[in-house]
């Protein structure tokens, strides 16, 4: 527990006035940030229209949203995997926002990637390590992979600054 004193006018107490700075920092620090957790769609919750799948996030923030590839639109089979791709340096120095996809297997055969599409400003977005696993592909880009059967289990945290 925190104790805070309080001096009278003129009384200096340097490491006094340090703690209650530091515990102001970190109570607005605290409020500033507003964190939830985000998770690829579930089968029945995905929509399609006009080729187009989507789907509202959990926080209602924003969407998922993407269009198959291979033969045919329709009903989603499974839930296959999940990738997260955290920020990168672009060749200009300006930094790409993290991209986290869902891919689906359809019932005819063909391949759905859904996108996660918040609402701006953009969040920092973080994914537990412990289900996701750090792989490297093609031109040193890394990126984590989340193979649960569940399209739940691979969930990641969506932080907004407020």
Same mark, same amino acid.
């Given at each position: ?84 791709? $955290?920020?990168? !340096? +672009? ?9 986290? %996809? /869902?891919?689906? =297997? ?31 592909? $093609?031109?040193? !880009? +890394? ?9 739940? %289990? /691979?969930?990641? =945290? ?5």
């Amino acid at each position: 527990m925190l104790k805070l004193t309080v001096l009278q006018s003129g009384e200096a107490n340097p490491m006094m006035r340090n703690l209650l700075v530091v515990a102001l920092a970190l109570g607005a620090s605290y409020c500033a940030a507003a964190e939830t957790y985000e998770s690829c769609p579930m089968p029945a919750n995905i929509k399609i229209a006009r080729g187009v799948y989507t789907a509202t996030t959990n926080d209602n923030e924003g969407e998922w949203i993407g269009t198959s590839r291979g033969p045919g639109d329709g009903n989603i089979k499974e839930f296959t995997s999940s990738m997260f791709f $955290p920020p990168q !340096l +672009d060749n200009d120095g300006s930094v790409q926002a993290p991209l986290v %996809r /869902c891919s689906y =297997e359809l019932a005819q055969g063909g391949h759905l990637d859904l996108r996660f599409d918040p609402r701006p400003p953009l969040p920092g977005l973080r994914v537990d390590v412990g289900l996701w696993r750090r792989k490297s592909g $093609p031109y040193d !880009l +890394d990126y984590y992979e989340c193979t649960e059967r569940a399209a739940w %289990r /691979c969930r990641f =945290e969506v932080v907004r600054r407020s």
